[in-house]
């Protein structure tokens, strides 16, 4: 049985993406991170204008107060996006485990800060992600995208579900670096 070269990974990687006006959506803090935190570094040594959304205020673990973690996890994805020279997130404080309950307001909400930014490329989760907030994360940003008809590129990056990609970053010289822009 033969395979598609459609169906394989790419041959090659690319050193970065393209785009210099970029919109990232992360469900949670640290999905931004771990699931594009080495393509965000190239970017933002590119010079590229980089916005990031946390779109939940934090996984809760089953804890009825989450205030304390909720302020934890903000100041460890500030303390990264420092790390990897890009700007402060934005936490737009949406119940962690209720996005797919929310999907209107969370794709109006994505739709009305992508038509502000006006980026040409928008990073979010995969398709292929299982956590529900990841899907409805992904299900507003191409609801949003779709309406607004701006012309982006969507890419999206995996978190906890491995996706087969189409395009590869070479993140290598990034990985270990211990200085700060």
Same mark, same amino acid.
């Given at each position: 049985?033969?395979?598609?070269?459609?169906? &394989?990974?790419?041959?090659?990687?690319?050193?970065c993406?393209?785009?210099? &006006?970029?919109?990232?959506?992360?469900?949670?803090?640290?999905?931004?991170?771990?699931?594009?935190?080495?393509?965000?570094?190239?970017?933002?040594?590119?010079?590229?204008? =980089?916005?990031? +959304? =946390?779109?939940?205020?934090?996984?809760?673990?089953?804890? %009825?107060?989450? &205030?304390?973690?909720?302020?934890?996890?903000?100041?460890?994805?500030?303390?990264? +996006?420092?790390?990897?020279?890009?700007?402060?997130?934005?936490?737009w404080?949406?119940?962690?485990?209720?996005?797919?309950?929310?999907?209107?307001?969370?794709?109006?909400?994505?739709?009305?800060?992508?038509?502000?930014?006006?980026?040409?490329?928008?990073?979010?989760?995969?398709?292929?992600?299982?956590?529900?907030?990841?899907? +409805?994360?992904?299900? #507003?940003?191409?609801? #949003?995208?779709?309406?607004?008809? &701006?012309?982006?590129?969507? +890419?999206?990056?995996?978190?906890?579900?491995?996706?087969?990609?189409? %395009?590869?970053v070479?993140?290598?010289?990034?990985?270990?670096?211990n200085?700060?822009?």
């Open positions: 049985m033969s395979t598609m070269e459609t169906d &394989s990974p790419p041959h090659g990687a690319l050193g993406l393209p785009g210099n &006006s970029i919109a990232v959506l992360a469900p949670h803090p640290d999905d931004e991170v771990f699931g594009c935190g080495g393509t965000l570094r190239a970017l933002a040594l590119r010079g590229a204008d =980089i916005h990031v +959304a =946390i779109v939940c205020d934090c996984p809760t673990f089953g804890k %009825t107060d989450s &205030s304390d973690l909720a302020a934890v996890r903000r100041e460890e994805s500030m303390a990264a +996006a420092e790390k990897l020279g890009y700007p402060s997130p934005e936490f404080g949406f119940a962690d485990g209720k996005l797919a309950g929310d999907l209107p307001a969370l794709q109006a909400r994505i739709r009305a800060w992508l038509k502000k930014l006006d980026p040409d490329l928008v990073l979010a989760p995969s398709v292929w992600e299982v956590h529900n907030d990841h899907l +409805a994360v992904i299900e #507003a940003t191409l609801r #949003a995208m779709a309406d607004d008809g &701006s012309g982006a590129q969507l +890419a999206m990056y995996e978190v906890g579900a491995t996706l087969t990609p189409d %395009t590869l070479d993140i290598t010289e990034h990985m270990g670096e200085n700060s822009p």
